[in-house]
C-alpha cells in the first residue's frame, strides 16, 4: 500500500533528522514535510555531485556544466 510506504518514510526520515540534527531544535513531521521542497532540492544537487565526483573522479566546475 503506497500510503503506508509513504507513512514509513516520513517516520524514519522524522526519526534520522532528530537524531543527526546537532545543535537544531526537535522537528516534527508536518514540520519538515513543509520544507521537503527545499531540503530535496539540496538534496539532488548533493547527490549530482556525488555521482560525478565518482564517476568523473574530479571535482565539478562551471566549465564542467557547458560540455556535452
Not at 509513504?6 to 540534527?21: A, D, G
Not at 521537503?36 to 560525478?52: D, E, G, L, T
Request: with cysteine; proline share 1%.
Amino acid at each position: 500500500d503506497d500510503g503506508k510506504k509513504l507513512e514509513i518514510f516520513w517516520k524514519r526520515f522524522v526519526e534520522n533528522y532528530n537524531t543527526y540534527r546537532d545543535n537544531l531544535s526537535e522537528t516534527s513531521n508536518n514540520q519538515l514535510k513543509s520544507r521537503w521542497p527545499k531540503i530535496h532540492y539540496v538534496v539532488r544537487k548533493f547527490n549530482a555531485y556525488a555521482i560525478w565526483k565518482d564517476n568523473y573522479k574530479k571535482d565539478f566546475t562551471l566549465e564542467n556544466a557547458w560540455c556535452c
